[in-house]
């Protein structure tokens, strides 16, 4: 199976505290260009749904506040002609108007949006990590001789801690920069988690640290946090902390009840269009191992337990099914994208980590059961339902919650 990954970063985000109700957020645009009657703007996020007519190159929502958050626009225009679109988002951390200024020609990402100080920043701050990216991507093409290489490169290991290092010089400035210059803004908490992947963990508590009290007190700085003790948690060899999360029937399940066998965590949500395409062979590797000392242990990362519980029962998988509704996934697990899996011991100790999920059988992990366990391999006729083959291609997912 090809490795899929999703990034788990503040994307599509709702911070959660300091909740205020009976006001509004009114989002007001303006855009220039042929619409070609397709006038429709609609605003989004996992948990959001609204659209609006645009009339004389002019929309307007209203949205009601009761915290900070993050929405994706989506004109119309985009979809009908097959146009190329990347989400374009816009947070919106205080209840006044905030406008959008946007021009057909130039593309929907290289608006304006002026409203709150957080927004404006977040913009300014988008634009220095546009100009760093470009910076890095030069290095690269020069080094290598184009500025992205397949997995399936030989040179990919060497090219990918050469990124990782360019992203040191030129991303991670720009973001203790934000924190330091701004430490009481939600521009700042909202960019915490693009540090996870290129940060060490010191250079995160240090990011952390310099946030005013107010933001350390916000849920996402808090996570953010717990996911430095999650990356010392989850490290190969360490064993797992008992926890305790709901199954779709509200009942608590604690991870010591797995003890005595070895144990395929499974890190999803019901957005994840890779999480879903793996289930099929996940179910075949179940039965081939399910009477051999082995089990599987869904944990969603769903912020909708009502999109949750809708999965659960389409997917009907023969194994436990809990919603992380206490963030182990950060704390316990640092996982930076789903699906993510871990297996674990017979005493609790992690013996190997995967990102992605290969439906062929080469995957690391799969390798590690065949070598525990042995026996042949069940067909796809199997199972209850049927396996999708080798996953190719997904789109990347951000975090939609």
């Known amino acids: 199976m090809k490795k899929i990954i999703t ?10 505290s300091f909740a205020q109700t009976g006001q509004e957020i009114i989002l007001q645009g303006t855009i220039t260009g042929d619409l070609k009657g397709h006038n429709k703007m609609y605003l989004y996020s996992r948990t959001y749904h609204d659209s609006t007519t645009i009339e004389n190159g002019k929309y307007t929502f209203h949205i009601p506040f009761k915290e900070p958050v993050f929405l994706i626009l989506y004109p119309e225009y985009i979809k009908a002609e097959r146009q190329m679109y990347t989400p374009f988002g816009i947070l919106m951390d ?20 002026k409203g709150s100080e957080a927004v404006e920043l977040l913009q300014a701050y988008g634009k220095d990590k546009s100009a760093a990216w470009k910076s890095i991507s030069e290095v690269l093409k020069k080094e290598y001789g184009q500025p992205w290489l397949q997995e399936s490169d030989p040179r990919y290991a060497a090219f990918e801690e ?6 040191q010089q030129y991303l991670v ?14 521009a700042s908490v909202f960019s915490l988690g693009e540090s996870k992947s290129i940060m060490t963990i010191d250079q995160q508590n240090r990011l952390y640290e310099g946030l005013s009290s107010k ?3 916000t849920k996402e700085a808090k996570e953010f946090h717990e996911f430095a003790q999650g990356l010392k948690n989850s490290a190969v060899g360490r064993k797992v902390k008992n926890f305790t999360l709901p199954d779709e029937k509200d009942q608590p399940l604690a991870f010591s009840q797995f003890k005595g066998k070895y144990v395929l965590i499974d890190f999803w949500a019901s957005w994840c269009g890779p999480c ?9 590797v179940f039965q081939q191992y399910k009477d051999q000392n082995f089990d599987i242990y869904s944990i969603s990362i769903d912020k909708s337990k009502e999109d949750w519980l809708k999965a659960v029962a389409q997917e009907n998988n023969p194994w436990k099914q809990t919603l992380d509704n206490i963030n182990i996934a950060g704390s ?3 996982i930076t994208g789903v699906p993510t899996t871990y297996l674990i011991s017979p005493d609790g100790v992690i013996l190997m980590k995967e990102v992605g999920f290969n439906s062929d059988g080469t995957g690391a992990i799969e390798k590690k059961l065949a070598e525990l366990f042995g026996g042949r391999k069940v067909t796809t006729a199997e199972t209850s339902k049927p396996a999708t083959g080798k996953i190719t291609k997904a789109i990347p997912m951000a975090t939609m919650q």
């Open 7 to 16: 990034a788990i970063s503040g994307t599509l985000i709702s911070l959660g």
């Open 94 to 113: 205080k209840p006044v108007t905030y406008t959008v200024t946007s021009d057909i020609a130039k593309g929907l990402n290289a608006s304006t949006v």
């Open 162 to 167: 050469r990124q990782k290092a360019l992203q």
């Open 173 to 186: 400035p720009l973001l203790q920069k934000l924190v330091k210059e701004h430490p009481d803004s939600y």
């Open 215 to 217: 933001m350390k007190q």
């Open 276 to 284: 879903r395409k793996s289930f099929p062979h996940m179910r075949e």
């Open 332 to 334: 316990g697990f640092a």
